[in-house]
């Protein structure tokens, strides 16, 4: 894997209660995403950041924050969390400086919400 | 947006023949376009990418191939193994959208010894 780090890697939480999930990186790439992964949507975007400080919403950005006050971490944070937020979370990382560079994940947070 | 559709969803072989998994894409200023195996348990990993510009690409029992035109752009694994069996993802990029990913539902490939 590519110096990517997803904590914690399994969580069960009770609705209605904060979640954070972190991702941390060694390869100081400048991008960072949080995906996640249901049974017939592959993988979905949520949020992503392209340098500290700088964060955007993806396309399931609802419910979700982010922060990345470093440049190796990237904080997935639920609010008050809900049953349609079970999920399987992925970070990824990528350098982008060129045109077709790839995104490399971690291996993934399994999040229950009971 | 980028929409991505991915055929077939699930797809059976028998070991030492060939899979073909086909992807759409919607925006046209889309120009990287790579391709994810995911095994049980872990992250998505790399497998080949091709770009804009280029209309085939091989490695070794991989190849994509890219055609701008149909927008669609297409797997071949020949002589499968079962270490094969997995799922995997299509992906587009358009600097329309920043950097992001927009990915396909997924295929899952089994091979069947």
């Known amino acids: 894997d590519a110096g990517i780090t997803q904590s914690p890697r399994h969580k069960v939480t009770e609705t209605g209660t904060p979640v954070t999930l972190r991702c941390h990186q060694t390869?100081?790439?400048?991008?960072m995403y949080w995906y996640r992964q249901d049974p017939g949507h592959g993988l979905r975007l949520i949020h992503y950041?392209?340098?500290?400080?700088?964060?955007d919403k993806g396309e399931v950005s609802d419910g979700y924050s982010v922060s990345r006050s470093k440049t190796e971490d990237f904080l997935l944070t639920l609010e008050s969390a809900t049953s349609s937020q079970t999920s399987v979370y992925f970070c990824?990382?990528?350098?982008?400086?060129?045109?077709?560079?790839?995104?490399?994940f971690g291996q993934g947070t399994r999040l229950t919400v009971v | 947006g980028e929409n991505v559709e991915q055929h077939p969803s699930t797809l059976s072989v028998q070991e030492g023949d060939s899979a073909v998994i086909k992807c759409t894409y919607s925006?046209?200023?889309?120009?990287?376009f790579p391709w994810y195996k995911q095994e049980l348990g872990k992250g998505p990993q790399l497998i080949i990418d091709?770009?804009?510009?280029?209309g085939e690409k091989k490695d070794q029992r991989i190849a994509v191939t890219l055609n701008k035109t149909a927008k669609h752009f297409s797997l071949h694994i020949t002589e499968t193994q079962p270490e094969d069996s997995a799922v995997y993802f299509c992906?587009?990029?358009?600097?329309?959208?920043?950097?992001?990913?927009?990915f396909g539902p997924g295929t899952r490939l089994s091979v069947l010894p």
């Open positions: 925006d046209s200023a889309s120009n990287y």
């Open positions: 990824a990382i990528g350098d982008h400086r060129g045109p077709g560079t790839e995104a490399f």
């Open positions: 992906a587009a990029r358009s600097d329309n959208y920043g950097q992001n990913f927009v």
């Open positions: 390869e100081n790439h400048r991008y």
């Open positions: 950041s392209y340098g500290v400080k700088d964060t």
């Open positions: 091709i770009r804009s510009n280029v």
